[in-house]
C-alpha cells in the first residue's frame, strides 16, 4: 500500500486580525480571517481552501475519467461556492455547490455523452476530499453539459 505525505507550515503573528503565512508544496500564500467574518481579509482563509481543495479534486477526478475514456472536451471548468451558516456566533460549513460546465465537442457519440453525464456524479463520489467531507459537509452538483455547434 502506497501512503503520500503532504506537509505544511505556518506563521502566525498574534491575535484573531492579524496575517499569517503559509506554505505547503508550491503553496505560498498570507492568510487572515475573511471580510466576511469581520477580519482582514488578505491572502486566503480557511474557507476558501477548504472550497478550493473540493473543487480541484472534483475537476481534477472528472478531468482523469474524461481522459481514460478517450473524450476530450473543448473546454471544463468549473464555478464553486461555500456556504458557512452563522449562528449565535458559531460558523459552521455547511455546503459547497460545483457548477461544472463542459462543452463537448459537435460530433462526440451519444454513448460519450451519457457517459460524460455519469461522470460529472462519478467524480464527486470518488474524490477524495468529498469522501473526507462526507457527512459533515453536503456536495452538491449544477453541471452544465453543452455540444458545440
Known sequence: MAEHHFYLHADWPGGRNEVGQLKAGN?????????????????TN??????GASATCYIITLAAM????????????????????VERGVNTFKKIIHHPTIVLPY????????????????????????KALKGNV????????????
Do not use: W, Y
Request: aromatic share 2%; glycine share 4%; proline share 8%.
Open 27 to 43: 503553496l505560498h500564500t498570507n492568510i487572515s480571517i475573511p471580510p466576511e467574518m469581520d477580519g482582514p481579509g488578505i491572502g
Open 46 to 51: 480557511p474557507d476558501e481552501m477548504l472550497l
Open 107 to 130: 460530433d462526440v457519440t451519444e454513448v460519450d455523452e451519457k457517459k460524460v453525464h455519469r461522470f460529472v456524479t462519478l467524480s464527486e463520489e470518488r474524490c477524495m476530499i468529498s
Open 138 to 149: 453536503e456536495i452538491a452538483l449544477e453541471p452544465d453539459i453543452q455540444i458545440a455547434q
Open 66 to 85: 474524461l481522459e481514460r475514456s478517450n473524450i476530450t472536451p473543448l473546454s471544463l471548468t468549473i464555478d464553486s461556492e461555500a456556504i458557512v451558516e
